[in-house]
């Protein structure tokens, strides 16, 4: 074969890849994860590009994606488990502090929805079919961040339970650091159900705004022994028990919870 007519085969190939190739065309296809169905989807191209050869490097990167994918999105991260053990040590103590250091039958002013109990987890679920913990964990940091604020508004700077309620909402509000920075921002984007919506709406009303028959009168004791049992239910990778797991979300669960702790804290020595 003489040399000219390798050369002319030579060009002829390189041609034919020219064409095949357009100019300025990504490495590989734009990923977009979809936030409804938790899916990674192909974005931007004509349908017929799926059935190009992807380089194998290109491929194990997708598929580390899908796998990826669930973990992003995981109802507890383990980088939150170390400030919500520290914020349960100390609601180990709400009963000296929350019930012994105010008066009998003495209760505040909340909104109907902060009043958060297993008992509406419960009915949530019932209701909105396939309801995510991470929609349920949101409402539980918005509705305790309030409560926290109005039992903190009442107490004089001279009462007994001020510095430990204190305490509690900086360690709650350690809680909310790390789970913001745990999750993508597009957790925070995503729509909430139209039930939970409504509640969501109640919770950030202007105080002048929302309706007298809207508020409610409880304990500050009832109020942290919520935060403290609904964290439980919705944290539960974080407490579980190597031995017969417990089921946090029970109701059953959470008065004999009650009981124990009320053993333990009438066992303490009074300072």
Known sequence: MSSNHIQRSFSAREASQAESSEPGEPLSDPI?????????????????SANRKRPLGLERLLQSLFVMAPVLMAPTPASMCTPLKTLNDSLSHRRRYMKHNFPINYSIRVYHEEIFKLSNIS?????????????????????????LKKILRVLPERHPSRSYTAELERRFQDVEGVFVL?????????????????????LTEEPELVPESSWRLASPKSLVDNLCHTMLCLFSECFASTEAPPDHCAVSHSKRGRKTSNQTAEAEPAE
């Open 182 to 202: 745990s999750h993508p921002a597009e957790v925070f984007q995503q729509e909430l159900p139209e039930t939970l919506q409504d509640i969501w709406d109640q």
């Open 32 to 48: 977009i994860l979809n936030s409804q169905s938790g899916r990674l989807l192909s974005g931007g191209r004509h349908p017929q």
């Open 123 to 147: 009915k949530m679920r019932l209701k909105v079919e396939g309801l995510d913990d991470l929609v349920l964990q949101r409402l539980w940091l918005q509705v305790n961040q309030g409560v």
